[in-house]
Structure formats: structure tokens, C-alpha cells
């Protein structure tokens, strides 16, 4: 199938898009100690660009102290202006093939919290929207993940800290939050990003608040459907008045939890009309939390593509759909106007070659779901790939990272007339 849709520009709120696919936001475990920029790092995003890649959503990225103290350091941070030089390189790097660069932002693990001790702070407590015991219930494991592990001789796990009950956030750790994300947002933008995304998905801190089964607060914050969406609408006000008009924010949200008593179609229809009324540029979608993993990281392809729809026909700014790995149906999705574009993550993982051979007509290697990325992920490890050995060794290959010097991509406000000869 010839793929037209696919490589059609697009845009974002001001931002131009060479194309319909975004690599989404991972977890990598590639960053220094303390969420650092590392060379691994940057060959891993740098390769991918060069393959034609249109957006590169990175992340996350750990914005507050409150947020620090109960984060694993497996995303980035900006807690001080050591970050900064490698979060600058790095969207230099994409920017120099042409490739667009947002960075999605961490509002902590909430309920979903995992390996407390390592977290930089162990002694700190786990809050989300309101107390909840982060016992894990009982999930439909990823089916070839499950197969893949047994034929190992071992178990998939999903990371979690069993019989320990969060508590509520207080409006001072709330407000420190948001007030810290919104600075952030403006440093990337200062940085040379194209835009950031707000985290409310997959069940952890900020997909809480919106969240019927987990946000039981009684305060501002909480109660009715409207209430339950003030955390965002804050994230997002106090981000816009930082960055102006022209900076893309966008959010990330799951379609459905699909646990009982949780956030629902309908529910995630109207927080995106809502946030959209705001000025929100674009919504991408997952699924799922890690209550119900299989739909987290689902076993089938284009298994988000209906829902994803739906919500798509209710709103004007353009939408992002995971977990669609064939090129094909990735074309016939964003032709027949399911989806703006494809969002890629584990495909990325097997084949960084993804983009150039869909561009081609050819096919790329398959994700086989095995879930090996993800065990590295729970144990702490630089993700790995059963089917692409090259993977967590970008840094040390030709035809990742540029093998000559380029010509560096100023941020905006480093353009000047200022001091040039007449």
C-alpha cells in the first residue's frame, strides 16, 4: 500500500509537521544518574529522526521536587541547570533532520508506584489524588508476553509496591506542581523545544485526578466530573501564561481505564472537549493503566483506533493514536481520518528503521510483544530488544548519531538582527 496519508505535513497549534508519525514517550533507563542527558540518549533519538521521523515526544520529564522525592530516575529532570546543556543537544539533534521535538512532563507515579527504594528520597511518602492502596488488581496479562516468559522458564511482571496506602495530596504540594511545570515548560521552550505534553494517562498522578474511581477529595479538586478536572486546567492555564500562544502544549490521557469504576469513553470525550475549549493544541491516546495492563501494552494492533475515533469526531485539534505497529493499517487509519497521526513506541524499539522502509513500500521487523523492553524497565536496566540486538547500543554504531558536524538549529529567541555587519 502506497503511503500518501501518512507522510502528509500536519500542524499542531503553530508548529508544521513533516509528517503523521510521532515517536512517543519511553522509558529508556539510558540517562546519567540524576536524569541527566546521556550520549546513549541522544544517539537513540538522533537515529530515529534521521530515519524521517515527523514528532518526537520525549520523556518524561520530572519537573518538581515534589514529584522528584517519589520518582525513579528512569525519564529526565530539570531540578537544577545541570540539565539543561543536554536537553538542548538533544532537541538540536532531532531539529537537525528536521524532526519536531516535544517533551512530555512526569506528575509522579501516583497509586502506580514502584520500587520505593530507589527513589531519591525513600523516606517520602506516595500521594495521589486521594488515599488509595496500591495493591495491584489482579490483571488479563499480556497473552504473548505471558507465552514468551514461560517458554523462558520465567514470569512477566508488573512493577508494583504491594499493601501500601498513598495519601492525599495537600494544596501546597499541588500548587508547587503545577507552578514548577509551568516554569519548566518555558526553560524548554528557552531550550529550543516545539512543545510539551502533559501527562494524565496510565494511571498515574495527574490521570488520578481525573480518575471517578481514584479522586475522592471533597476540596476544589475534587467531586464532580467538573472539579475532577482542575489539576489539568491549572497545568495547562498556569504553562500557557508562561509560554505565550504560539508554544504547543498538548496531553496525553487513556481512553478508558477499563477497571470497575473508572474513567470511561465518555469521561475522557468531555475532559478533551473541555481542555480543548482551553487552547489545548493536541490530545494523544492510550490505554488502560497498570490495572489493566493488557491494555496498557495490548498484544493486537490498532486495538486504540475505534475509541480513539469516537473522541476524534468530537473535537477540532488533531489527535494521536499508539499502538497501531503495521504500516499499512497506520495509513489506512489516518486516510480514513481515524487518527491524525500514529504514535510508535515498541515498533522504534524493533525496528529503527520503521519510518525509511514504510516510506518504501517495505516491511519492517515486528514488535513480537514479548515484553522483554518491559522487564528491563521494572528491574532498573537499559531497555533491550529481543528482535533488534542493536538497541542500548546506538552510542557505539555508525548511522545514529551525525558523523560530522551539522548545522546547529537556534532556538527562536536566539535569532537576532542584533550585531550583524550592514
Given at each position: 500500500m502506497e503511503k500518501k496519508a501518512l507522510f502528509q505535513p500536519i500542524q499542531i497549534g503553530n508548529v508544521e509537521i513533516k509528517n503523521r508519525l510521532a515517536l512517543l514517550p519511553l522509558c529508556l533507563n539510558y540517562n546519567l544518574k540524576g536524569g541527566l542527558v546521556s550520549t546513549q540518549t541522544k544517539a537513540f533519538f538522533a537515529g530515529r529522526a534521521r530515519e524521517g521521523l515527523g514528532l518526537i515526544v520525549a520523556g518524561t520529564l520530572t519537573v518538581s521536587n515534589e514529584v522528584?522525592?517519589?520518582?525513579?530516575?528512569?525519564?529526565?529532570?530539570?531540578?537544577?541547570?545541570?540539565?539543561?546543556?543536554?536537553?538542548?543537544?538533544?532537541?538540536?539533534?532531532?531539529?537537525?533532520?528536521?524532526?519536531?521535538?516535544?517533551?512530555?512532563?512526569?506528575?509522579?507515579?501516583?497509586?502506580?508506584?514502584?520500587?520505593?527504594?530507589?527513589?531519591?528520597?525513600?523516606?517520602?511518602?506516595?500521594?495521589?489524588?486521594?488515599?488509595?492502596?496500591?495493591?495491584?488488581?489482579?490483571?488479563?496479562?499480556?497473552?504473548?508476553?505471558?507465552?514468551?516468559?514461560?517458554?523462558?522458564?520465567?514470569?512477566?511482571?508488573?512493577?508494583?509496591?504491594?499493601?501500601?496506602?498513598?495519601?492525599?495530596?495537600?494544596l501546597k504540594e499541588l500548587e508547587e506542581i503545577e507552578d514548577t511545570q509551568a516554569v519548566a515548560a518555558l526553560a524548554l521552550k528557552t531550550l529550543g523545544f516545539d512543545g510539551v505534553e502533559l501527562h494524565f494517562g496510565h494511571g498515574y498522578f495527574g490521570a488520578g485526578f481525573i480518575s471517578p474511581r481514584v479522586n475522592q477529595r471533597k476540596d476544589q479538586y475534587g467531586g464532580s466530573p467538573e472539579?475532577?478536572?482542575?489539576?489539568?486546567?491549572?497545568?495547562?492555564?498556569?504553562?500557557?501564561?508562561?509560554?505565550?500562544?504560539?508554544?504547543?502544549?498538548?496531553?496525553?490521557?487513556?481512553?478508558?481505564?477499563?477497571?470497575?469504576?473508572?474513567?470511561?469513553?465518555?469521561?475522557?470525550?468531555?475532559?478533551?472537549?473541555?481542555?480543548?475549549?482551553?487552547?489545548?493544541?493536541?490530545?494523544?491516546?492510550?490505554?488502560?493503566?497498570?490495572?489493566?495492563?493488557?491494555?496498557?501494552?495490548?498484544?493486537?494492533?490498532?486495538?486504540?483506533?475505534?475509541?480513539?475515533?469516537?473522541?476524534?469526531?468530537?473535537?477540532?485539534?488533531p489527535v494521536i493514536t499508539a499502538s497501531i505497529h503495521d504500516p499499512d493499517l497506520a495509513e489506512k487509519s489516518v486516510a480514513e481520518g481515524k487518527t491524525d497521526m500514529v504514535g510508535l513506541a515498541r515498533a522504534l524499539f524493533a525496528d529503527p528503521h520503521w519510518i525509511s522502509k514504510a516510506a518504501e513500500g517495505k516491511r519492517p521487523v515486528r514488535c513480537i510483544k514479548c515484553g522483554l523492553c518491559w522487564d528491563h524497565i521494572v528491574f532498573g536496566l537499559p531497555i533491550r530488544c529481543t528482535v533488534n540486538p542493536e538497541l542500548g547500543f546506538e552510542q557505539y554504531l555508525p548511522g545514529y548519531l551525525p558523523e560530522r558536524p551539522m548545522k546547529s538549529v537556534l532556538p527562536p529567541h536566539l535569532h537576532s538582527s542584533k550585531g550583524k555587519e550592514k
Open positions: 522528584y522525592k517519589r520518582r525513579v530516575g528512569s525519564g529526565f529532570q530539570m531540578m537544577d541547570h545541570s540539565a539543561k546543556p543536554g536537553l538542548y543537544e538533544l532537541a538540536e539533534l532531532a531539529q537537525m533532520y528536521g524532526t519536531k521535538i516535544f517533551m512530555q512532563f512526569s506528575y509522579g507515579m501516583g497509586h502506580q508506584i514502584s520500587k520505593k527504594d530507589q527513589w531519591p528520597d525513600p523516606t517520602a511518602d506516595p500521594i495521589t489524588a486521594s488515599p488509595i492502596e496500591t495493591k495491584l488488581i489482579p490483571p488479563a496479562q499480556p497473552m504473548k508476553a505471558d507465552v514468551w516468559h514461560k517458554r523462558m522458564g520465567t514470569e512477566f511482571q508488573i512493577a508494583n509496591v504491594e499493601n501500601m496506602m498513598t495519601r492525599e495530596a495537600t472539579k475532577r478536572l482542575t489539576f489539568p486546567k491549572n497545568c495547562y492555564e498556569k504553562a500557557r501564561k508562561r509560554v505565550g500562544k504560539d508554544f504547543a502544549i498538548g496531553m496525553r490521557i487513556s481512553l478508558e481505564e477499563h477497571v470497575p469504576g473508572g474513567q470511561t469513553l465518555d469521561d475522557t470525550k468531555y475532559i478533551c472537549k473541555e481542555m480543548e475549549k482551553l487552547g489545548l493544541n493536541y490530545v494523544s491516546f492510550t490505554n488502560g493503566c497498570h490495572d489493566a495492563f493488557d491494555y496498557y501494552q495490548p498484544d493486537e494492533d490498532g486495538s486504540m483506533i475505534e475509541g480513539a475515533a469516537v473522541i476524534k469526531k468530537a473535537l477540532k485539534i
